[in-house]
């Protein structure tokens, strides 16, 4: 069955580190790949998503993830983080299948940015 | 962009009562949308696709009968909690596919959180 599996459940960093989310799926055919955040009270936004072309997706707020096929894998990345960036982020899969046509998500990464 | 809505965005009810969710497509026509569950600390967990038109198709495990979903237009989806219990309390959100699209973009609503006494 496909899946979405997010390795770190609460990361802590100070302001101006880098940030590295992990996403792993397992699906062996074509996907769509999305990142969500959900800051706090708020609801889901879309950050950056994948359909084809250039694994190297740039989205809002300065993030970038970048799908690598061979891995399964569609990490999130932000080069400098900023206290405003503390929210949980979700990573999800639609795969093209003749079944399950639906988003699956991963169980979320909680940052929180310290000033 | 692409809004969704929700309504109400809190209820508080008693146990045994029923309660309905509004879930709108503001600025787009969406022929299919989608209910989660998201409890605390947790992920989302879908709990029904409703095609507008046409009966919900409900994930393993969600009573068809105590989550009622009607989708009477291509900008409206409801989900009623029937008979609600205090194991019901929990954080509602709704989704919205574009019609017409050729991708898989889901926007989401604000989300509705249910507390049941």
């Known amino acids: 069955a496909q899946s979405v599996s997010q390795h770190n459940h609460h990361v802590i960093l100070s302001e101006a580190a880098s940030l590295e989310l992990g996403c792993n799926y397992s699906y062996g055919g074509t996907v769509n790949l999305f990142w969500y955040v959900q800051y706090p009270g708020q609801h889901l936004q879309l950050l950056l998503k994948y359909f084809s072309g250039d694994p190297l997706v740039k989205g809002i707020k300065g993030f970038e993830a970048e799908f690598i096929k061979s891995k399964f894998s569609f990490n999130l990345r932000k080069p400098s983080v900023q206290w405003s960036d503390t929210a949980e982020y979700f990573c999800?899969?639609?795969?093209?299948?003749?079944?399950?046509?639906?988003?699956?998500f991963g169980a979320g990464t909680r940052l929180a940015v310290h000033p | 962009g692409a809004v969704v809505s929700q309504h109400p965005s809190r209820v508080i009810c008693k146990s045994g009562t029923s309660v309905k969710i509004e879930c709108r497509s503001l600025?787009?026509?969406?022929?299919?949308m989608f209910w989660y569950r998201q409890f605390p600390k947790q992920s989302l967990m879908l709990m029904a696709t409703s095609n507008e038109g046409s009966k919900a198709t409900y994930e393993q495990g969600v009573e068809k009968d105590k989550f009622l979903i009607n989708h009477a237009s291509l900008t409206l989806s409801t989900l009623t909690v029937t008979s609600a219990h205090p194991e019901d309390s929990s954080f509602y959100i709704c989704?919205?596919?574009?019609?017409?699209?050729?991708?898989?973009?889901?926007?989401f609503g604000p989300g509705t959180r249910l507390t049941v006494l």
């Open positions: 600025d787009f026509q969406a022929t299919t």
């Open positions: 999800a899969l639609f795969p093209f299948s003749g079944g399950y046509n639906k988003l699956i």
């Open positions: 989704s919205a596919r574009q019609a017409g699209t050729t991708y898989n973009e889901q926007f």
